[in-house]
């Protein structure tokens, strides 16, 4: 069974940086697609980013392009996601999560296996 654990999440003031990571043991994390999620109170979970199996295709939310990073490191069963620049309307919940769709890496029902979240809270 799949487990991916997130970690780095916390309290930071608008303009700072965060680094996300999520390391996922139970498949074969290579050949995932993984991405990552967030959600705010009251809102419906949106995608952030998300990373082909190589790392040689990557995709961005709009919202983050330009500000966020993510990375991937096969050999740790790891994936980062760098955040700089963050803003107020960047608070949630972020998750990530794997999937073998590399097609619609940007819908959250393509994703099979979802860790449980970490908190990012951004103070103005």
């Known amino acids: 069974q799949a487990q991916l654990v997130e970690s780095g999440g916390g309290s930071v003031q608008a303009g700072g940086s965060l680094k996300l990571s999520c390391v996922v043991s139970?498949?074969?994390?290579?050949?995932?697609?993984m991405g990552w999620f967030r959600q705010a109170p009251g809102k419906d979970r949106e995608f952030v980013a998300a990373s082909t199996w190589n790392g040689g295709n990557t995709v961005y939310s709009d919202l983050v392009k330009g500000r966020f990073t993510i990375s991937r490191d096969n050999a740790k069963n790891t994936v980062h996601l760098e955040m700089n620049s963050i803003q107020p309307e960047d608070t949630g919940i972020y998750y990530c999560?794997?999937?073998?769709?590399?097609?619609?890496?940007?819908?959250?029902?393509?994703?099979?296996?979802w860790g449980q979240g970490t908190q990012v809270t951004v103070s103005s």
């Open positions: 999560a794997a999937t073998r769709n590399i097609v619609e890496m940007g819908i959250p029902t393509a994703y099979e296996s």
């Open positions: 139970g498949l074969s994390f290579k050949w995932f697609s």
